[in-house]
């Protein structure tokens, strides 16, 4: 059971131009400072806009965090991001192993370790992101095979303040679609049982401010990473005062 407070997670994936993502980012920013929110909250801006993003937030409470990242501190690695450039421009936590990386970049268990490590390097929290496809919990594995993605991709010596896990159904991405909470229980309780004690673990997958209320309510749920729903500023705010 989680005794700490909850997180709540925009990732704003691939959207967001100057304009509407600045402005989306100061209201977040005014709702967050006209009212203690009832939880920690983290954006993740794409990343051309992290460095302005941060600017609007300073101040308001609300941590900057990266989509993704590259393992290596520098180097020959033409459009990619290191942790400390993330760093620099002002994250304190990078979303890794996100299943839309998994999938259409082929990100293997192994590189998400690199990842994960590469942000402890530079003392940034990790968000490490598992989960099954639908085939798989069909098929009745969804356990074996997040379980294999955590022993994949979490490197040993877990820092535990430094270590947040998203609990991501592939099938619940984007679809409208979530498992049941006696699934999602279920699922948070494994994880739980193979890393460190204290690691917050979030629940990702078509959260909204409709479900918000009964997912964040759970003692197993120590959060969300919310993804279409983070795009608009009230529906953002909606959910993370569920937490409450
Ligand atoms: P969604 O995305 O909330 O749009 O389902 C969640 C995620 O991919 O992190």
């Known amino acids: 059971m989680a005794a700490h407070r909850k997180l709540v997670v925009g990732n704003w994936k691939m959207n967001g131009l100057r304009a509407d993502g600045l402005a989306l980012a ?17 954006i993740c801006p794409p990343s051309t806009l992290i460095a302005a993003v941060g600017e609007v937030i300073a101040g308001s409470g609300i941590a900057l965090g990266g989509q993704n990242c590259h393992a290596a501190e520098k180097g020959a690695y033409t459009g990619d991001v290191s942790v400390e450039m993330l760093k620099d421009a002002g994250c304190s ?28 390097r530079a003392g940034l929290v990790a968000v490490l992101c598992v989960g099954e496809t639908r085939a798989e919990r069909e098929a009745g594995r969804a356990l074996a095979v997040v379980a294999a993605q955590l022993a994949g991709s979490l490197p040993d010596g877990a820092d535990v303040a430094r270590l947040v896990v ?16 006696a699934d999602i229980d279920e699922m948070h309780h494994a994880i739980r049982a193979g890393i460190p004690a204290g690691a917050r ?9 409709k479900n918000a ?4 309510s759970r003692g197993e749920i120590d959060g969300a990473l919310v993804g279409g729903a983070s795009l608009k500023a009230d529906d953002f705010w909606a959910i993370s005062q569920a937490c409450g």
């Not at 209201?27 to 909250?41: F, Q, V, Y």
């Open 166 to 181: 998203a609990y991501e159904p592939v099938w619940a991405i984007g679809t409208g679609l979530t498992p049941t909470l």
């Open 26 to 42: 100061r209201e977040i920013a005014a709702l967050a400072t006209a009212a203690a929110p009832a939880c920690d909250l983290l």
């Open 93 to 120: 936590h990078v979303i890794v192993g996100h299943s839309e990386r998994r999938q259409a970049c082929g990100e293997t268990d192994a590189e998400v370790r690199a990842k994960v490590a590469a942000a402890w």
């Open 201 to 209: 673990i979030l629940y990702g997958g078509s959260v909204n401010p």
């Open 213 to 216: 209320g009964e997912l964040l």
